[in-house]
């Protein structure tokens, strides 16, 4: 079994191991998403490993002392080793013919929120609609939306690392260079993340990686509405990618996980867990699969919501 329960046509990493952060401007080119996706029986256990470590080093401890480059590393490779990048979740999905991954964007979405959960959550979202634009191969697109996620990551206060790649970005779209888009996207999305832990708001880390993980499953469902068929749909199969966002929402600060948004997406998440819940090697059908397009939109529409950012 492969990535949070995903099933079909998922390229095995002989080597997990080699999945690490990647630094701006040494990103190996050529070696995407596709060929980089683990089992899930060797990301629990490193997840496990990872979560052992943490304790011990107490992160969350009252002693404010820093983290330390092994226990940051550490951190971010336990969370982007549980939960499917969208781009991850795009490479799995093998349907007949190239997907409209056009179709699949959306309007621009305010770039003035004030609150740092909806700013974390759309973040995420806005990397996943990266991913799409690279599928689709629209450099202009990825140039737009390159723009707004170096605008979100500034309103958290992100590392020079982070905003550098915006230049990166642009580069590699301009030459139409996609494997390196693929993999500039996933770095930037760890520059956030390592960002965020230096200043002590894994909270938000969390939150980053579940606005992707919404996003990227809207752009997959309604891919697979889009020209049904059972196989595509196996994708969809992630009961344990949902169950490991719940732990980690629980782990959360008390004040965070009370924000009126934090908690509705929280509440939302029990009821998507069961649409994404079903027997193994056996798809969805095509109306469980428009109920959770359903959710997961309505989900997605309520974090973009400009009167949320109080």
């Known amino acids: ?36 996706i683990v089992s899930l029986g060797m990301k629990f256990w490193i997840a496990t490993a990872a979560l052992t470590l943490l304790a011990c080093g107490s992160v969350a401890a009252a ?27 795009f490479a799995a999905l093998q349907k007949p013919g190239k997907p409209d991954w056009a179709g699949q964007y959306r309007t621009p979405i305010p770039m003035t ?23 689709a191969q629209d450099s202009q697109q990825v140039k737009n939306i390159g723009t707004d996620i170096i605008k979100l990551a500034k ?27 693929h993999e500039e996207l996933e770095a930037t999305q760890n520059e956030v993340k390592a960002s965020m832990q230096s200043h002590r708001d894994q909270d938000l880390v969390i939150l980053v990686s579940l606005g992707g993980w919404i996003r ?8 697979v509405i889009k020209n049904y068929d059972e196989q595509s749909a196996k994708v969809l199969r992630q009961p344990a990618v949902v169950s490991f966002i719940h732990t980690k929402m629980n782990d959360i600060s008390p004040d965070l996980k009370n924000e009126p948004l934090v908690k509705s997406v929280g509440e939302q998440l029990a009821g998507i867990e069961k649409l994404v819940t079903f027997p193994a090697g056996k798809g969805p059908t095509l109306e ?20 949320d950012a109080k």
Not at 64 to 87: E, V
């Open 1 to 36: 079994m492969l990535v949070g329960d995903i099933c079909g046509g998922l390229h095995q990493l002989p080597r997990p191991a080699q999945i690490v952060l990647r630094t701006a401007r040494h990103i190996p080119i050529g070696k995407s998403a596709r060929g980089r």
């Open 63 to 89: 002693e404010p002392a820093a983290l330390s480059q092994d226990q940051l590393a550490k951190a971010i490779k336990l969370d982007a080793l549980t939960i499917p990048t969208p781009g991850e979740l």
């Open 113 to 135: 929120y004030r609150n740092r959960a909806q700013i974390a959550l759309n973040l995420g979202g806005l990397i996943a609609d990266g991913f799409i634009a690279v599928e």
């Open 155 to 181: 309103a958290l206060g992100v590392s020079e690392n982070v905003l550098s790649r915006g230049n990166s970005i642009n580069e590699f779209a301009e030459n139409s260079e996609w494997d390196a888009l």
């Open 216 to 223: 990227g499953t809207q752009a997959v469902a309604s891919s």
């Open 288 to 307: 469980e699969v428009k109920k959770l397009n359903d959710a997961v939109s309505k989900l997605m529409e309520e974090i973009q919501r400009k009167e």
